[in-house]
């Protein structure tokens, strides 16, 4: 049994209850950090991140060979309106714990999880205080990195789906699905523009992708984690109808400009030998029957 370790912060959000399912099948000691509530089967640390004692406190008793950073703020509008907790949440945390790897196990490798929001701070400007936060948490992350020399990569995940409680556009259309399905609802939801294209990429392979960075990813390197393909609201929309009964259960208001983003750059993890592997069908697939089996429960 290897005496490797990871710790795994945010273990309880959508991506974290995943990440530890993964490395559990790996010979990585896994201990999910979270600040409330332990999470059952794992064996969970309660810390505050904001507290820099409770930080050195927990790298100190850990000695983890490797975190996955995932806490924080998620949340653009949580932002606009907590801006102050949304930055200490993105960016104190980060340094307060980068400051205790750094003394106590400069050793230890890094993931350090930013976001397709964030934005080059010589090119443009924050389109609100989220992107603010994770541009300053992947700045911070690297520059203490290539100052003391620690092992930090940088991961920008994409639009994540697939089973399990999430916030994201497409768990919205599932979960309303189910909900029509079950006769708990008869209004249609509501988009306000079907020709939006986005970069869908399953939880589960942005979780290997991941895995991939600890092992061969470049400290201080950013690595774009996406499928590289662009599909439109509407294309969700019809696979979706595929795998349900329920008919009309979206209305597009066809409301301003399509807001279609340029295409992540994928060639630094494909370089790595990393590939998704869960079609579209299937992440909607899986998220319908999370919420279907969430709602017999």
Partial sequence: MSDDSILITGASGFTGQHACRHFLKTDLKVTAVVRNTC???????Q???TDKNAIDRLIKEEQPT?????????????????????????VLSTVYLLD???????STKVVMVGSALQYDPAKGKPSHPYALS???????????????NLHVVLAKPT????PGNSSGICALLTKHIVDMERNLTSEAFSVSNLQVKRDFLDVRDVVSAYEKLF????????YDLATGRLVALQEVVRELETLTEVSHFVVDK????????IPMDVSNIKNLGWNPTYSLRQSLEDSLEYYRNLEQA
């Fill in 215 to 222: 092992v061969t990813g470049e400290r201080t390197r950013t």
């Fill in 254 to 261: 066809k409301l301003g400009e399509n807001g279609t983003v």
């Fill in 134 to 148: 994770k541009t300053m948490q992947s700045q911070v992350a690297l520059h203490l990195a290539e100052l003391y």
């Fill in 100 to 106: 205790a790897i750094r003394t106590t196990k400069p």
């Fill in 39 to 45: 999470l059952e089967g794992l064996r969970s640390v």
């Fill in 47 to 49: 810390c505050d991140l």
């Fill in 66 to 90: 490797y975190v996955l950073h995932l806490a924080g703020v998620n949340a653009v509008q949580t932002s606009w309106e907590n801006p102050v907790s949304t930055l200490e949440a993105n």
């Fill in 159 to 162: 639009n994540l789906i697939g």
